[in-house]
């Protein structure tokens, strides 16, 4: 028994050990590092500023890197009133890097600029923009619907039915149809947002990508963001190439009621709409997921493989991204672990000292 008293004793004191030693890590991390490849600063847009000169929490700040680290981030970075405020970058990051399905609220955005120049509508009629996407539920289903995950599509993963598995993703979209009703339920839809891409080009007159790199990337200065481009149709759910310093450009954006430079790049009508709850999922808007303030702070974000995310807290004046490329392949294995649910509770604390 002794001996078992004496066993637990020196296992509660090394566990206190570590624990102190983590805190002492903790400490220790430096939070400003700048990127190790692109020139992301070529016209001098962003600037840092130390956490000493914020009311943000710098404990906090360093967990987040630290929680980063652990559960598998490549890089991570945090924008404070325009600023960053933290930034750091794993030894496995390359660029550009993957956006996985963090893409989708890119393209979210490029139909918010085609409602804005009067050439679609969000109540608007898939089948009345491509005329070869008639017949059965086709004809029910709206552009809200492609932008809610609530045209009628069921999640498909296999090789014979999914997106993922073919070259040309135009041809394979439009040969679709939805697998029940539009608007009776919530399912996520890689296939569902790719058909956005044919209809940008059929009310611009543009290949998506051109409308990207004209109306978006090139007026915030994104000059490494690009589409993922292969079959001559860009991937509009997934995988867009960029840096996260792009990424948080995307985040200013939408903080700032799409307004850059004193130019209202996309109107605040679509920011409202799009990062307001949708009737059948109060956690999605227009390819934006929703944060209602109970479990963290509020806000909104866009979302990927591995939490590949960006996320916006307007109401603080913070933009977080967060990256990670899969060691393993596409498998659909959870790499980054319990990365969400651990970065809500710090999310809370950059805000409370």
Same mark, same amino acid.
């Given at each position: 028994?002794?001996? $078992?008293?004496?066993?637990?004793?020196?296992?509660?004191?090394?566990?206190?050990?570590?624990?102190?030693?983590?805190?002492?890590?903790?400490?220790?991390?430096?939070?400003?590092?700048?990127?190790?490849?692109?020139?992301?600063?070529?016209?001098?847009?962003?600037?840092?500023? #130390?956490?000493?000169?914020?009311?943000?929490?710098?404990?906090?700040?360093?967990?987040?890197?630290?929680?980063?680290?652990?559960?598998?981030?490549?890089?991570?970075?945090?924008?404070?009133?325009?600023?960053?405020?933290?930034?750091?970058?794993?030894?496995?990051?390359?660029?550009?890097?993957?956006? &996985?399905?963090?893409?989708?609220?890119?393209?979210?955005?490029?139909?918010?600029?085609?409602?804005?120049?009067?050439?679609?509508?969000?109540?608007?009629?898939?089948?009345?923009?491509?005329?070869?996407? $008639?017949?059965?539920?086709?004809?029910?289903?709206?552009?809200?619907?492609?932008?809610?995950?609530?045209?009628?599509?069921?999640?498909?993963?296999?090789?014979?039915?999914?997106?993922?598995?073919?070259?040309?993703?135009?041809?394979?979209?439009?040969?679709?149809?939805?697998?029940?009703?539009?608007?009776?339920?919530?399912?996520?839809?890689?296939?569902?947002?790719?058909?956005?891409?044919?209809?940008?080009?059929?009310?611009?007159?543009?290949?998506? $990508?051109?409308?990207?790199?004209?109306?978006?990337?090139?007026?915030?200065?994104?000059? #490494?963001?690009?589409?993922?481009?292969?079959?001559?149709?860009?991937?509009?759910?997934?995988?867009?190439?960029?840096?996260?310093?792009?990424?948080?450009?995307?985040?200013?954006?939408?903080?700032?009621?799409?307004?850059?430079?004193?130019?209202?790049?996309?109107?605040?009508?679509?920011?409202?709409?799009?990062?307001?709850?949708?009737?059948?999922?109060?956690?999605?808007?227009?390819?934006?997921?929703?944060?209602?303030?109970?479990?963290?702070?509020?806000?909104?974000?866009?979302?990927?493989?591995?939490?590949?995310? &960006?996320?916006?807290?307007?109401?603080? #004046?913070?933009?977080?991204?967060?990256? $990670?490329?899969?060691?393993?392949?596409?498998?659909?294995?959870?790499?980054?672990?319990?990365?969400?649910?651990?970065?809500?509770?710090?999310?809370?604390?950059?805000?409370?000292?």
């Amino acid at each position: 028994m002794k001996r $078992q008293v004496m066993f637990l004793s020196l296992a509660v004191v090394s566990l206190c050990s570590a624990c102190i030693t983590n805190k002492q890590d903790i400490k220790e991390i430096q939070l400003l590092n700048k990127p190790p490849l692109s020139e992301s600063n070529y016209d001098g847009f962003w600037a840092a500023i #130390d956490v000493s000169e914020t009311d943000l929490n710098e404990m906090a700040l360093k967990k987040h890197i630290a929680l980063c680290e652990r559960t598998g981030a490549d890089s991570q970075l945090v924008v404070y009133k325009n600023k960053i405020v933290s930034e750091w970058y794993s030894d496995r990051y390359e660029e550009p890097i993957g956006a &996985m399905s963090s893409t989708k609220a890119i393209a979210s955005i490029l139909i918010g600029q085609l409602v804005d120049d009067g050439l679609l509508d969000y109540s608007s009629k898939v089948a009345s923009i491509l005329p070869e996407w $008639q017949g059965g539920y086709r004809d029910n289903v709206e552009i809200v619907d492609l932008l809610t995950h609530t045209a009628g599509f069921d999640r498909r993963y296999g090789k014979n039915d999914s997106i993922g598995y073919v070259g040309n993703k135009r041809e394979f979209v439009l040969s679709l149809y939805p697998d029940f009703e539009p608007k009776t339920a919530f399912r996520y839809s890689n296939e569902a947002v790719q058909l956005l891409e044919p209809i940008i080009l059929e009310v611009s007159g543009k290949n998506a $990508q051109d409308f990207a790199l004209e109306r978006l990337f090139s007026v915030l200065g994104m000059r #490494d963001t690009r589409f993922y481009d292969y079959g001559d149709s860009p991937w509009l759910y997934a995988e867009m190439l960029t840096t996260p310093r792009d990424l948080a450009r995307i985040g200013l954006l939408m903080k700032n009621k799409g307004i850059w430079n004193d130019e209202q790049i996309v109107s605040s009508d679509y920011v409202r709409r799009a990062t307001s709850s949708s009737p059948l999922n109060k956690e999605m808007g227009f390819l934006w997921w929703i944060l209602d303030g109970k479990k963290t702070v509020s806000g909104f974000y866009a979302s990927g493989y591995l939490n590949t995310d &960006m996320y916006v807290f307007a109401d603080y #004046d913070i933009i977080v991204v967060r990256t $990670q490329s899969p060691q393993n392949g596409y498998s659909g294995s959870n790499e980054s672990g319990n990365y969400f649910r651990e970065a809500q509770k710090l999310f809370m604390q950059f805000v409370n000292k």
